[in-house]
């Protein structure tokens, strides 16, 4: 039976009434549905910016179809596929030829811009060959970026732990080929239900685990005694009422602490991906009149080409499209910013940056800043500096290659940023260096300054920081990250040498900069934030700070740091110290 016209309408109003952007048409098979174009249009002009279908794409197959539905403003389609041998997916839908016309019409739908992404029906049957499947569509759709496997209910799934060894296979090929992997949430199990290490491991699954309401369940799900003490509860869908009708089995305890370690890892990197895609920074200036000034961070992708051990950022989350980032510029351009900051991942790993660089500045933004690791500037930077690019923030965290490359994890990067910053600097680009100490870069601060005063004689800025556990997965940073009373010896040299040198530094008032009290209250280090700043989220005062003068005007740490050092580096002030 055909939902009502008025349903649908309703449906997409209210939805985006609630904060909805993205809406996914699914069915039976929607695009039999002939008033598709006009759903989809509707929904493009009440303002969602993904419109997707979920589809096993054989009518896009027939011509002109694709063009149609991208023309209405269709932006993603999620293929539904089972095997990637035709004859055992058309046993399966009881189609004969049905696979060929769908592999048709995915690729006619990429080659009209529409993003694609991979919807897998898993069940004992078709798990052994979901990796196989995978590849496949790696090699043969274009712009593939995802994969959703659901995990179909049926009366003799009686475990699902059976289905762990060709899931993680499917996993592990979705994340070679850099495919955004996870359950879909209406069909996810709960974590409970699969060995600890198998969820550690394949943790990108859950992804979607974390967005829907805090504690809620759906009518067709239900808890389980182990579920009384289990710390991911508020976030867990529980487990299918009709499998556990059927026989099915149900843990004797929550997950254990791998898997929860995990877990919380992710839903701290969740919902900061969710706030971060597009941020609002306050800075402090030097305007008298104005404490701080605001301005937008737009992350263009997730991906990057260095693996810097002290990085936050999760490499499977879903990118943004190159759409919505050109509507979160129109949307940030009208409260005239100084100016906005493309990042990411590694934003000049996205082929329309410098689309996205003019789409800005011809939205009346004059500053354009980049933060980059500048690997590959040296052929970008003439194409950005023409496009509009004024600043770039290029991460270089040794002076040799030996640090670099071992913080950056990436082999024979640190000399092609070198190269990249001299390109940027040929055509004009303002460029300051972010160095982040870690253990592995502690002891050569005063070399990192010479080496800056050396090759690029006070034009180029030092901003410094201290690597800081940012989400709750601490273990994620163990390796780098130092207590601030090691990190602040250090820093200090490395600021000192740069006042010796005549180079420009800063960063010690931004999030990732430490507190005055580690830099002995040096006031030609770090001083006040101010109470605005001071009160930013996320940070706290320990102990410590209890009789400090300046807590007002200070962050404090991070809760990570506190969680994992306490007050390790803080030292109370109690009275002003003269300036040095
Ligand atoms: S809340 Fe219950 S169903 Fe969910 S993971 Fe914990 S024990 Fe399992
Ligand atoms: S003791 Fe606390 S309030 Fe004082 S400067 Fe240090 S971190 Fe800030």
Known sequence: MLAPASVVLDSLESGFGEGARFVRFTGGEPLLDRRILKWIRAAREQGF????????????????????????????????????????????????????????????LAEVGVSLGLSVAVTAETAPGIAALIDRAARELPGLDGVRFGIVQSPDLLDYRPLQDALGRACSRARKHRLDFRFEPAWAPPPCAFEDRFVAVHTPLYASFYIGEEDALAATRTRVEACETCSVRGRCPGFHREYLESGGRSPECPPGETSRAALKGQLGGIARHRMAQLQTVQTPTDDPEKEFSEHPNIRVNWACNQRCRFCWVDFDWTPPTREIVLDQIDSVASGRPPWVVFTGGEPTLVPWLADAIRHARKAGIQGIRLQTNAVHAEEQAPKLAAAGLNHALVSLHGHTSDISD???????????????????????????????????????????????????????????????????????YEDGIVALDVAGPALKRGLERCLERGVPFGGQNDTCGVPRCVLEDDVRFVSDLGPELARESGFVHPPACDDCIHREGCRGVREAYAEVHGDRGLQAIRRSTPSG
Not at 73 to 99: K, Q, V
Not at 409 to 437: M, Y
Not at 440 to 455: H, K
């Open 49 to 108: 910016t993904e419109v997707a279908i979920e589809t096993n794409a054989t009518v896009a197959s027939l011509t002109g179809i694709a063009q149609r539905l991208a023309d209405a403003g269709l932006t993603r389609a999620w293929g539904n596929l089972m095997s990637a041998e035709d004859d055992a997916n058309d046993a399966i839908t009881r189609d004969p030829g049905g696979a060929v016309r769908t592999w048709e019409g995915l690729k006619a």
């Open 406 to 476: 071992a913080i950056t994890q990436a082999p024979d990067t640190f000399v092609k940023s070198v190269r990249g910053i001299e390109a940027l600097l040929r055509e004009g680009v303002e460029v300051s260096l972010s160095h982040v100490l870690t253990r592995q870069n502690l002891e050569s601060t005063r070399e990192f300054a010479d080496f800056v005063a050396d090759r690029w004689k006070g034009a180029v800025e030092i901003v410094w920081s201290v690597a800081a556990p940012i989400t709750e997965a601490t273990q994620r």
